[in-house]
Structure formats: structure tokens, C-alpha cells
């Protein structure tokens, strides 16, 4: 009888502790999304920089923009212009047995109340690019719709010239969110490099799939938040 009691209060002891443990496991789940829902508040551009590729470039290095600046300079045909910066993320990205970056990519929260102003100070510095002496042509690329972002560009029509192949921009008009992304040439000096492009239909080609690939990711992330 004592043992059959012994065993029945153990019973009971385990029943009680997993209880305890069910609901010890729901409050860290709940508290875990309440911090996470709180950050995506605080923070509304943190999980933008999560987004990834398809293929094998990876996320080397994600900087916040420093706080207190609240603009940044840009150039167009007007002279030195500002458009506003709520808050900011730079995020570079690089093959993994390179050394040097393929994509330098700014996430940026622009102002509400002169987003418009600033999208348009934008696409005039990219139109001004392209009226700028330089060793190769600039090529502007007009508005295309791309998962759900009106995007610009410029490009140069050769490989190998400046740093930069190329500078393009996603706006995102609800969110008032620009993404502007530069392309960077490839080295050639590096030992044992193994480049991704020679050619300017090969730099198209990357070039094509990094921005189709990371504006569905950021979408995503759009519609999630």
C-alpha cells in the first residue's frame, strides 16, 4: 500500500513539473516575440539586414549609421543637395574565398515628410552621373518595378574602370525606405583570385540576380513588419 501511494505521488510530482515546465517554455516563447516585436519598433530597419542571396555571396559586415546626422550631401545638376536620413544600415557582402566586397549596400529610412523631395533628389544624382566626363559611358536604367520597389540605376559599359561598376536604388514609397546599392568592380591584382565577371554581360548577369533576389527578400520583410 505504501509503495502503491509512493508511486502515485510520484506520478503526481512529474504531472505538476511537466506543467510547470509547459508553461515555463510558453512564457520564454512569448517573451522572446514581445522583445522581438518591441525591437522591430525600436528598431524598424534591423531585419531588413538580414536579408541574403541566392548563390553563394554572404553578409561579411552590417554597420549602423552613426546617429546625429540626420541628412546626407549628394550631387546633382543643382549643385550639393541633402535628402534626409532617419536612421541607417550599411550591410557589404562578399564571395567567400575573395577578399574584397561585390556589394556595398546602404538601408536607409528616409524622412516622411520629405521623402517625395528626397526620391527625386536621388534619381537626379543618378541622371548626373551620366552627363559626368569619364573614361567609360554611364548608363541610366529608368523606373522598373521590381517586387514591388520602383528601381533606378546606373552602369558603366565597361569592366575594370573605377571602383564602381555600378549604383542602384530601390524605393519603397509606403515604407519610405531607400536601398541603394553599389556595385564594386572586381580585382584583378589579387593572387590566386578567383573573380566573379570579366565581362560586362557577366557583371549583368550577377548584377541581375543580386537585385532580383535581395528586393524579394526585402519585400518579405516589408510585408512581415
Do not use: W
Amino acid at each position: 500500500m505504501l509503495s502503491l501511494l509512493r508511486v502515485h505521488v510520484s506520478k503526481e510530482n512529474m504531472t505538476h513539473r511537466l506543467i510547470q515546465l509547459t508553461i515555463l517554455t510558453v512564457l520564454v516563447s512569448s517573451f522572446e516575440i514581445i522583445v522581438y516585436a518591441q525591437s522591430s519598433i525600436s528598431d524598424p530597419l534591423k531585419p531588413y539586414t538580414a536579408c541574403k542571396v541566392t548563390g553563394d555571396l554572404k553578409i561579411k559586415e552590417i554597420t549602423r549609421r552613426t546617429p546625429g546626422d540626420s541628412h546626407r550631401e549628394v550631387i546633382t545638376d543643382k549643385g550639393k543637395e541633402k535628402v534626409s536620413v532617419i536612421d541607417g544600415y550599411r550591410v557589404m557582402f562578399a564571395f567567400p574565398d575573395l577578399t574584397y566586397y561585390f556589394a556595398n549596400v546602404k538601408i536607409e529610412q528616409s524622412a516622411a515628410d520629405s521623402y517625395e523631395q528626397d526620391k527625386q533628389i536621388l534619381i537626379n544624382q543618378l541622371k548626373h552621373f551620366t552627363t559626368t566626363k569619364d573614361t567609360t559611358a554611364i548608363l541610366f536604367t529608368d523606373k522598373i518595378l521590381l517586387n514591388g520597389f520602383d528601381h533606378y540605376g546606373i552602369d558603366r559599359d565597361k569592366v575594370d574602370v573605377g571602383g564602381q561598376m555600378g549604383t542602384h536604388v530601390l524605393f519603397d514609397d509606403q515604407n519610405h525606405l531607400v536601398v541603394t546599392i553599389y556595385f564594386l568592380n572586381q580585382s584583378k591584382a589579387v593572387f590566386g583570385n578567383n573573380r566573379r565577371f570579366e565581362t560586362i554581360k557577366q557583371y549583368r548577369d550577377l548584377r541581375d540576380d543580386f537585385l532580383n533576389s535581395y528586393s524579394h527578400c526585402l519585400r518579405s520583410v516589408a510585408e512581415t513588419h
